[in-house]
């Protein structure tokens, strides 16, 4: 399994951009699949969960009503669609997946994309 996020880049606050991933390497029907951040200084954070069979999307509190996780399931793609950001949501993005459902918890996905970093100006 790999995962490639790419989207990432610098943007003011009040700005929007869209995270892609593209997974490849097996089919991931029964998978969840994950958006993860990690500013400078702090532990990696869940923001966002997808499950690949039906979409069922899952997201931390401090993202909710901004943020869209979405599924491609034929393009096997996954999608953080980021609006009204904020300089606190300045990080390193990374997808990842689990086979299961979604998890909030870090520790239960076991493959990860590599970051791509998100700058929010203020």
């Known amino acids: 399994v790999q995962l490639q996020a790419c989207g990432g880049g610098i943007v003011q606050a009040g700005g929007s951009l869209r995270l892609s991933c593209v997974a490849s390497?097996?089919?991931?029907?029964?998978?969840?699949m994950g958006w993860f951040r990690q500013a400078p200084g702090k532990e990696r954070e869940f923001v966002a969960g997808?499950?690949?069979?039906?979409?069922?999307?899952l997201y931390a509190d401090s993202v909710k009503g901004r943020f869209t996780i979405s599924r491609d399931k034929a393009k096997s793609m996954v999608y953080l669609q980021m609006n009204s950001l904020k300089a606190e949501d300045t990080a390193v993005y990374y997808c990842?997946?689990?086979?299961?459902?979604?998890?909030?918890?870090?520790?239960?996905?076991?493959?990860w994309g590599q970051g791509t970093l998100v700058t929010v100006s203020s």
């Open positions: 990842a997946a689990r086979n299961g459902g979604t998890s909030t918890e870090s520790n239960d996905y076991n493959r």
């Open positions: 390497g097996r089919t991931f029907t029964n998978y969840g």
């Open positions: 997808i499950t690949w069979n039906w979409g069922t999307p």
